[in-house]
């Protein structure tokens, strides 16, 4: 595959999705032999998420994307071959003035990168042309590029060996990683603790699923709660709080506070838990690769225009009607669960590792995009 110079814009709208999803993406193209540049609008979170940055991946700030003379003196240097527009944010006008006049015409690719659904419009509308008729990119062509669940769809973002990583997590360190998060060993003899990730944003049951795992735990088992740093945090905080206590450490339930956690960290959660809680884009992806039970938690919109999505994601991924109940009462507004017994978290991982073995099968995102390129610049 030849080396190609790629820029990709992200706005962070909230929540760090949109980043999240343009990092991974950006350091897998450059974990393959891509040069990449993130122009992004805000790259706090990069601090934590990604500490030691990626080779190959260049950040810039958003708004030296205006800047004429520095963009020709850049484009001069290292020419922009492929163009991504994440999540149809809007590029800044100079920086298509300079790229549609500099970079080499027999190579160039502008794709609108959208976000993942499992909608029957994804397979309709993946890899359109759109004319662009206006402005300075007049007469270029820009190509709609839909992630996807299906191989009529762009792909599901995926590095090489990443399951392979996560068994060995799983048989070697996944153990000494809990350590060094803060969880605490239980004392023997009694029942393993099941082990739970928290990511979510208010959920309105969230207080009475904590109530339950307090008195009585889940399927017989002590949990283990890991909660995620910032909005998660602050909802389990509140919910104790409306339930009288701070952090509750009984014989059912031991909360432990997760600091905030690089991509790759977040990764080596969701492989160390028996049932992951996961919120957005990127989380739940990152869920279906483990292979292990997850409840999604998606981006409410208004006039519950979310919950359609949801329910097309949990019918593509073949989900029983178990965890479809438990889905619907955790992302609506009901203040009860309709919590598994044994039998149905067995029936939860059974289909989560079905699930995810036809999509392992496919070609991942950056696989199809990297010929996407090829065939249509």
């Not at 527009?85 to 298509?96: D, S, T």
């Not at 350590?179 to 605490?184: A, E, F, N, P």
């Amino acid at each position: 595959m030849n080396r190609r110079q790629w820029d990709i814009f992200c706005k962070v709208i909230d929540n760090f999705g949109d980043i999240g999803v343009s990092w991974r993406l950006s350091a897998d193209l450059a974990a393959r032999g891509q040069q990449v540049r993130l122009w992004v609008d805000d790259a706090s979170a990069l601090a934590w998420m990604a500490p030691d940055g990626a080779p190959g991946v260049e950040v810039r700030p958003w708004e030296q994307a205006s800047d004429v003379s520095d963009l020709s003196a850049l484009f001069a240097a290292a020419p922009g071959e492929v163009l991504i527009e994440a999540f149809g944010c809007e590029i800044p006008p100079a920086f298509l003035g300079v790229w549609a006049a500099q970079a080499p015409a027999a190579s160039r690719c502008w794709i609108n990168l959208e976000y993942l659904s499992a909608e029957a419009y994804v397979e309709r509308s993946h890899a359109l042309p759109s004319p662009v008729q206006h402005g300075p990119a007049a007469g270029y062509t820009k190509w709609f590029y839909y992630p996807g669940f299906t191989p009529r769809t762009g792909g599901l973002l995926r590095e090489p060996g990443l399951v392979e990583r996560m068994n060995a997590f799983e048989t070697d360190e996944a153990e000494g990683w809990l350590l060094r998060q803060g969880v605490q060993a239980r004392p023997a003899p009694g029942p393993a603790p099941l082990r739970v990730s928290l990511l979510c944003y208010e959920p309105p049951a969230l207080g009475a699923l904590l109530a339950e795992w307090s008195a009585r735990g889940m399927v017989g088992r002590p949990v283990d709660l890991l909660v995620t740093a910032g909005r998660s945090a602050q909802a389990v905080r509140a919910a104790l709080e409306r339930l009288g206590a701070d952090a509750p450490r009984t014989d059912w339930l031991a909360i432990t506070w997760l600091p905030w956690l690089s991509q790759q960290d977040f990764d080596k959660l969701l492989w160390a838990c028996d049932l992951n809680f996961v919120r957005g884009e990127d989380s739940v992806l990152r869920a279906v690769w483990t292979g292990k039970p997850f409840v999604w938690q998606i981006y409410p919109q208004d006039d519950d225009a979310h919950l359609p999505k949801l329910a097309a994601f949990l019918n593509q991924m073949g989900a029983p009607q178990s965890l479809q109940a438990f889905h619907a009462a955790w992302n609506q507004t009901g203040p009860t669960l309709p919590l598994p017994d044994a039998a149905t978290l067995a029936e939860w991982q059974a289909h989560a590792r079905a699930a995810r073995a036809p999509l392992l099968a496919q070609d991942d995102l950056t696989s199809r995009l990297l010929e996407f390129v090829v065939k249509n610049r």
